[in-house]
Structures are given as structure tokens and as C-alpha cells.
């Protein structure tokens, strides 16, 4: 299975700003259905940021404005650019691709044939 190694992430204070970046150890599948997800202390896995095959953003409504997906095919990276960071913004920030072309969204990359990496921790001080 294809490896995905987040980085990137940090500690800060509130209003700050990290990117995140995601490299995928084969060459195609971050042009394809690609996701980033947090899990903050306490709570649920939620998707943050999704592009597809066809480069349709989408973003939670919690980060819209404040965060920024993008892909650099060239780098085969993923990266999320975090700005105006909040304590809520706390947790550990992971990556996840599949090959899906239409039925790219949060479920399908939480199924088992999509890749994921290990995560990236974000800690937002107040």
C-alpha cells in the first residue's frame, strides 16, 4: 500500500499559522482523490479539506477562509496551509488519498483501500 507521510505541524498561539505538508511514497495517487482529517483531543475524526481528481476543493465549514488545500504534482506533495489558528484547531492533522475519481469524499477516504498517513500533531495555545 502507498505510504503518506505528513509534516509540518507545530505548536503556536492562537492566530498563527503552519502548513502542513503531505509526501506520498508513489508517484500518481496525490493527483487523485486526496483529504486532509483531524481528531482533536476528546473528539471524532472530522475531514477538513478535500480535492478530487477534477481539483474541486471543499472545504469544513469550521477552518472555510482559514485554511487552504493544495497539491504540487510536480513535488508529489499535499500540503494545508493553516492560518488564523484557534485552540479548536488542536489535534492531530492526518492525510489520505485513493483513486477515486467521482466518488471522492470524506467516507471514501475512510474506507480501508484508501491510504493514510500516520499524522502530524497541531497544538493551538491561547
Known amino acids: 500500500q502507498v505510504q503518506l507521510v505528513e509534516s509540518g505541524g507545530g505548536s503556536v498561539q492562537t492566530g498563527g499559522s503552519l502548513k502542513l505538508s503531505c509526501a506520498a511514497s508513489?508517484?500518481?495517487?496525490?493527483?487523485?482523490?486526496v483529504g486532509w482529517f483531524r481528531q482533536g483531543p476528546g473528539k471524532e475524526r472530522e475531514g477538513v479539506a478535500l480535492i478530487t481528481f477534477y481539483d474541486k476543493l471543499t472545504y469544513a465549514q469550521p477552518v472555510k477562509g482559514r485554511f487552504t488545500a493544495s497539491r504540487n504534482d510536480a513535488q508529489n506533495r499535499l500540503y494545508l496551509e493553516m492560518n488564523s489558528l484557534k485552540p479548536e484547531d488542536t489535534g492531530m492533522y492526518y492525510c489520505a488519498a485513493n483513486r477515486q475519481l467521482d466518488a471522492c469524499n470524506w467516507g471514501s477516504l475512510s474506507t480501508p483501500e484508501s491510504s493514510w498517513g500516520q499524522g502530524t500533531q497541531v497544538t493551538v495555545s491561547s
Open positions: 508513489e508517484s500518481t495517487i496525490l493527483r487523485y482523490c
